[in-house]
């Protein structure tokens, strides 16, 4: 029986040590380059070869250029496209990272938690200095919304301070857990067309259109990392 679970182990391709230190190069390292490899070389085609015409590939990056630009505008408001760069390379990073993951033989490191909490946190830590920058000390506010009776402020401030703090983990959380799940069910299918012979089609004709909703869960998951993203945002631009 196929082990589902293997697909998730990290292997070293390239063993580095140094200071006792371990820092190889794993199948996670290289899914993450092909990742980073892959984005930045159909942006600087896009932005190289910009037609009045557009191709399909031309339209399908201004189709998410604009899906991200009007989510930015519906969640924060015109003020918000400052943000566009950091949001947008947010949504092209996860995207990405989900589709090479559904690769045959290539790693899906948005299947594990500590990459997806990198993520995570890297977001939560700039909305943080963003809040602290635009806001100063005023940022505090955000845990103590105006009209709420005073009385209730040392019961809700500690309240709003873990939700703040939970972020991350919610974010990171969703993420992975969606991804991880789906590549399971996909191995679990698999398993079963080895072990069943020509009885396998069935499995198999199971796995293509899980194939399909898997495509459909990456796109999805990242646009909802992205959604939350914005509305952490506009609460940090506007105190809300």
């Known amino acids: 029986m196929i082990d589902p679970l293997h697909q998730f182990t990290i292997s070293p391709i390239l063993k580095i040590d140094i200071g ?3 820092l190889s190069f794993t199948n996670s390292s290289l899914s993450v380059l092909v990742t980073l490899v892959a984005v930045c070389a159909i942006l600087s085609i896009f932005i190289g070869n910009k037609k009045l015409i557009p191709d399909r590939m031309q339209a399908s990056i201004e189709m998410l250029y604009e899906a991200i630009a009007d989510m930015i505008d519906t969640n924060i408001g015109k003020s ?16 990405f990272g989900n589709l090479v993951g559904i690769i045959p033989y290539m790693f899906t490191f948005t299947s594990h938690i500590i990459a997806t909490f990198t993520i995570a946190i890297i977001v939560f830590i700039f909305i943080t200095i963003l809040g602290v920058a635009l806001h100063g000390l005023n940022f505090l506010s955000l845990f103590a919304p105006s009209g709420v009776p005073k009385f209730l402020l040392p019961l809700l401030i500690p309240i709003e301070m873990i939700s703040y703090l939970s972020k991350p983990i919610s974010l990171s959380i969703r ?3 969606n991804i991880m799940a789906g590549h399971t069910v996909m191995k679990v299918f ?3 067309a080895a072990m069943l012979g020509i009885l396998g089609i069935i499995p198999v004709a199971i796995n293509i259109v ?17 959604m939350l993203t914005c509305v952490y945002l506009n609460d940090t631009v506007h105190l809300h």
């Open 20 to 22: 006792g230190v371990d």
């Open 80 to 95: 918000g496209q400052h943000y566009f760069p950091f949001v947008f390379s947010v949504f092209l990073f996860v995207l």
């Open 175 to 177: 993420l992975f857990a």
């Open 190 to 192: 698999a398993g079963f």
């Open 210 to 226: 899980l194939t399909g909703f898997e495509i459909f869960m990456a796109i999805l998951q990242a646009y909802i990392f992205t």
